[in-house]
């Protein structure tokens, strides 16, 4: 498979061939590994993306600069053997959201600084998001409010990419998502973005950008954020429902080489989200569902040490992360809602997955590091990886290489997507939506 160009989706699109690029977001290094070492073996594009309350110029929650993971992307490729060309780096809800407790001016000053920073580490891929209210604001922004400022972000990432000789950068506008990793509750349904209000976004932010004299950008916006109606909460997963989201594929008929981003699309399964590639929802963004199987796979290893090693202990990396997250519950307090024995499951267990947060503390680390160099070369009996970790059968009966066991965890879901992105027997119903 050859690598894709994100400027390729919309032309093929619209030509009745449609495919998708999965949208890694994640600064998880196992997880990046298995991106890396995925694309290594099937040669396609990996776009790898950081959202702004993680990755910023004051470092965000991992501690980490754009430049830094920028680092961190290219070391960890070099290491899995995947050629530079293949990877794009995107910076995803670029905008004011980490300081929107600070009056606007000030909060998007930050955003600008951020933004910079990103461009400059060589980010090729730019979401464009200023819908938050700041300090005294509401909480949601109008379209035109909300595109003065994406402007403003925008002037500063063209002013970087020209000053530092890089090439300039393609964008994503539109802000109409999923509450980052999921809903904090059960659903029933989630409406598609209004189709009037998908346009009306698209509209008006041109206008301003050609009034801030952005003309020369204006065919750098590749993708447009909406809600094709998929999310997830803690425990439940609202899938994509095509009948339901008509009237905003229609939208694609006069867009260009415009197509969809969709955010929140963890857990959907190959069936649906083949269908959103299909109808036009080209980047797929995965995220939580990533670290999801990851602690998966490392709760199973963890289960499979206790029985096999007598002075391992009992399960004690969930006993660690337990310990973790009661102790620094501002992570997950305001999301979780039950009693004391719900509330332990789903900090262990949520969709949501917030517990993904807490890996990078040293506690966490030291208890990770530990799990796996006590199995490492440990000969693992097939029915006790049976009991624990079915799925890595293979790797039973012969010396155990838990980091890989790990990664190809997170593959079979990348794998997934990968699969979904190239439908077969797919045909893109652009002959319908010329309206």
Same mark, same amino acid.
């Given at each position: ?157 063209? &002013?970087?990419?020209?000053?530092? *000789? %890089?090439?300039?950068? @393609?964008?994503? =506008?539109?802000?109409? /998502?999923?509450? +980052? $990793? ?24 041109? &206008?301003?950008?050609?009034?801030? *004299? %952005?003309?020369?950008? @204006?065919?750098? =916006?590749?993708?447009? /954020?909406?809600? +094709? $109606? ?206």
């Amino acid at each position: 498979m050859n690598a894709l160009k994100l400027t390729d989706l919309g032309r093929l699109y619209r030509a009745g061939t449609p495919r998708g690029i999965t949208s890694v977001c994640s600064a998880h290094p196992i997880v990046l590994r298995a991106a890396l070492r995925h694309g290594r073996d099937t040669g396609g594009t990996v776009l790898i993306e950081a959202t702004c309350n993680q990755v910023n110029h004051l470092g965000g929650y991992t501690g980490m600069t754009p430049a830094d993971f920028a680092e961190l992307v290219f070391s960890l490729a070099q290491q899995e053997g995947c050629a530079r060309k293949q990877i794009i780096l995107g910076g995803d809800h670029l905008g004011p959201n980490p300081w929107r407790d600070l009056p606007a001016d000030k909060a998007m000053d930050q955003a600008c600084e951020m933004i910079s920073a990103y461009v400059a580490a060589g980010f090729g891929k730019l979401h464009l998001d200023a819908s938050m209210g700041c300090a005294g604001e509401p909480a949601a922004l109008d379209d035109e409010t909300t595109a003065h400022r994406a402007a403003r972000l925008a002037l500063r990432a063209e &002013e970087t990419a020209q000053t530092t *000789g %890089l090439a300039p950068p @393609l964008y994503i =506008i539109g802000t109409e /998502v999923p509450p +980052p $990793g999921g809903a904090d509750h059960a659903l029933d349904e989630i409406a598609p973005t209004n189709a009037t209000s998908a346009r009306t976004t698209l509209q008006i932010h041109r &206008e301003v950008f050609r009034e801030a *004299g %952005l003309s020369q950008m @204006l065919n750098r =916006i590749i993708g447009l /954020v909406v809600q +094709p $109606g998929v999310e997830f909460g803690n425990s439940n997963i609202i899938t994509y429902d095509a009948s339901k989201a008509g009237e905003l594929v229609k939208v694609l008929g006069n867009l260009d080489d415009l197509v969809f981003e969709a955010h929140s699309t963890d857990y959907q399964g190959q069936g649906p989200l083949s269908e959103l590639v299909r109808d036009g929802f080209a980047f797929l963004k995965v995220g939580p569902e990533l670290t999801f199987v990851l602690r998966e796979a490392l709760y199973a290893l963890d289960l499979i040490a206790s029985d096999l090693l007598p002075d391992y202990g009992d399960r004690p990396l969930y006993h660690e992360m337990e310990t973790v997250m009661q102790s620094a519950p501002e992570k997950w307090a305001h999301h979780y809602h039950g009693s004391p024995a719900q509330l332990r499951l789903m900090r262990h267990y949520s969709l949501s997955d917030r517990i993904r947060y807490y890996w990078c503390t040293p506690q966490a680390q030291a208890a990770v590091n530990r799990l796996l160099k006590a199995l490492n070369g440990q000969i693992v009996p097939l029915p006790l990886m049976w009991q624990h970790m079915p799925h890595a059968a293979r790797a039973a009966d012969k010396a155990l290489e838990p980091e890989n066991i790990l990664i190809e965890r997170v593959r079979d879901s990348l794998s997934t997507y990968h699969a979904a992105c190239r439908p077969t027997n797919a045909t893109s119903h652009i002959e319908d939506l010329t309206i």
